[in-house]
């Protein structure tokens, strides 16, 4: 997706203003700490049910629509009008018309299409893939019949002159990142269309569009995925994402563009091609909280395209009725149900990017690159994929976390570790890879079992930028040493993390280890012990009213602001005695 470079700079937020809008929500969410408690879902989903959603959502959007197709960012005008966020708009209104008959729905996807038709051919992988899964949808007969009839032909003529992209991962063949999977999606369908493209554009040759996607899926694909690793009673797994941090918001946006493509074009995949889509498959199951959460660190979290990522994967991947059949289908049932129930609709029916943009409203609490208009788009287009390919008659499963011990220790991948006690579900990074909040050692989710079979919130996402860190700092006679765990053992209840204090010129200080316990509603970190000359800091990033306890120690609470999941409140640790470290997380 679109990098924070590729964007102006944004203004910083006001922070007192933030202060006090999370001061005057603070007495309220403290009364029942995790907002975003999960409640069991009453019935299923069906495929219906999750159109006629989505569909609430695309018409709302109809209204910031204007005549020549334009559509209106409420959050950041400059970065609307018209993107592949609002092609993939126009494509998801056009495919719910389909079902409904809603005229005014047609209206404005086909004004938005001809709009960017008006433009110069983009070729940057999103705009390939929302035009090409637009054309493959008209040329099925997918799409409103009067529409089609409009849009067909200009479209066909534009796809045909989309020229090769230079950009991004594409300016040298051996480079890779999710968006050659993003073209690998597009490419494989477009090889299909019949179109004779312009020479020189990408849809002039098939054959040399196969052959790319085979390149892409059977050697970049493989050669740039996380370490293989086993999860137990899951067996081997791996992160398909972006070298090198593996990002799990994009570990499920590259485990789905790959489905698409085996989807359309399953002989592209060699034999290590297709075990990678089995381990990749395999780690995204095991990566959901019993919620429905998917994003514990890296960029793009809590954002809601990665939810509907999810729904489509679990509903193609239930449908093939394989033997994981009711497992993907819970994956989609709890994917769907915290999109509804944690991002929801806004007071206008759109859908906000994050959570957070409900307590303020503030582009900086998200990602650079990310936008209502993009994003909302985005999100549509997978859940009316995800709606078409419902696994109606398949029963609903259970996801690896709902069993007590589940843990997976991906600490050379994407660098995370996650674990279910029996009340309890928590997540950590074991060392900071970049500057990003989101990528530092540290705490990351903890959630507590509500005994109604939902599950609270403890802490809340940690900021991408704030000058407070989660990181834990050893700090001694021979400078700062930060720790970095390297391996786990045990069960998701009682979990050994072992790894070393490393200096900032790479050396190691001395060895490290944690020992964490999830007991009842509490999780307990024991770490080594300080000797004496050693102090250590550490801060975790609580929703308001949770207050850990920190054995010999101190624990100072800091001003609150908002992050991409709501009020997020830090506190930071402190402990100079000689002695264990012991912290314990409870909930309220």
């Not at 020229?163 to 050659?180: C, K, L, S, V």
């Not at 060699?270 to 990678?276: C, F, G, K, N």
């Not at 998701?492 to 509603?521: C, F, K, M, Q, S």
């Amino acid at each position: 997706m679109e990098t924070p470079s590729s964007r102006p700079p944004r203004a910083a937020p006001v922070r007192a203003a933030l202060i006090a809008l999370v001061a005057a929500l603070a007495g309220v969410v403290a009364s029942a700490v995790g907002a975003h408690a999960a409640l069991p879902p009453a019935h299923a989903w069906s495929g219906e049910e999750v159109a006629r959603w989505a569909g609430g959502v695309e018409r709302a959007w109809v209204r910031l629509t204007d005549d020549n197709g334009a559509v209106r960012d409420l959050l950041e005008p400059p970065y609307g009008a018209f993107n592949y966020g609002t092609l993939m708009l126009a494509q998801a209104q056009l495919r719910a018309a389909a079902r409904s008959g809603d005229e005014g729905l047609e209206r404005a996807a086909v004004a938005q299409v001809l709009g960017t038709l008006r433009r110069d051919p983009q070729s940057d992988p999103f705009h390939v893939l929302g035009a090409t899964s637009l054309l493959r949808d008209g040329q099925a007969g997918r799409l409103p019949a009067r529409a089609w009839e409009r849009i067909g032909t200009p479209l066909a003529d534009w796809v045909a002159r989309i020229p090769p992209f230079r950009g991004h991962a594409f300016a040298a063949t051996g480079d890779y990142d999710n968006w050659r999977l993003v073209f690998a999606a597009a490419a494989s369908e477009l090889a299909q269309a019949g179109l004779v493209g312009t020479p020189g554009g990408i849809a002039s040759d098939a054959d040399a569009l196969r052959v790319e996607v085979r390149r892409i899926v059977s050697r970049l694909m493989p050669r740039h995925a996380g370490p293989r690793f086993q999860i137990p009673r899951l067996g081997a797994a791996r992160a398909l994402s972006d070298p090198p941090w593996q990002p799990p918001a994009y570990h499920l946006f590259s485990t789905l563009l790959l489905e698409r493509v085996y989807q359309s074009a399953p002989g592209a995949f060699s034999e290590q091609a297709l075990r990678i889509r089995r381990e990749a498959g395999r780690y995204a199951l095991a990566l959901m909280a019993p919620d429905g959460a998917l994003t514990p660190g890296g960029r793009s979290m809590e954002q809601s395209w990665v939810l509907a990522a999810a729904v489509a994967l679990g509903a193609m991947r239930a449908s093939d009725h394989g033997p994981a059949a009711s497992t993907w289908r819970a994956f989609a049932e709890r994917a769907m149900d915290r999109l509804v129930r944690v991002h929801g609709t806004l007071d206008d029916g759109t859908i906000p990017v994050v959570p957070g943009l409900r307590q303020a409203w503030d582009a900086t609490i998200m990602d650079g690159y990310a936008s209502m208009t993009q994003y909302n788009g985005l999100t549509l287009f997978l859940l009316q994929d995800a709606a078409d390919r419902w696994p109606d008659g398949v029963p609903v499963g259970r996801i690896p976390a709902d069993a007590h011990g589940h843990l997976v220790a991906d600490l050379r991948g994407s660098r995370l570790a996650w674990g279910r006690g029996p009340e309890l579900w928590w997540a950590l990074s074991g060392r900071r890879t970049q500057g990003d909040g989101r990528y530092q050692q540290g705490l990351a989710a903890l959630k507590v079992a509500d005994g109604a079979g939902g599950w609270r919130d403890l802490l809340a996402a940690r900021p991408q930028r704030h000058g407070i860190s989660s990181g834990w700092l050893l700090r001694t006679p021979r400078g700062t040493a930060r720790l970095v765990l390297a391996h786990a053992d045990g069960r998701g209840g009682a979990v050994r993390l072992y790894g070393a204090w490393r200096l900032a010129n790479g050396t190691t200080y001395r060895p490290a280890h944690w020992r964490l316990l999830a007991r009842g509603r509490a999780l307990t970190i024991t770490t080594d012990r300080l000797r004496p000359g050693e102090a250590l800091d550490a801060a975790v990033w609580a929703l308001p009213g949770v207050l850990p306890v920190l054995a010999r120690g101190s624990v100072t609470p800091r001003p609150c602001t908002v992050s991409a999941s709501g009020p997020a409140c830090p506190l930071r640790l402190r402990v100079a005695q000689p002695g264990a470290v012991r912290l314990t997380l409870a909930a309220p």
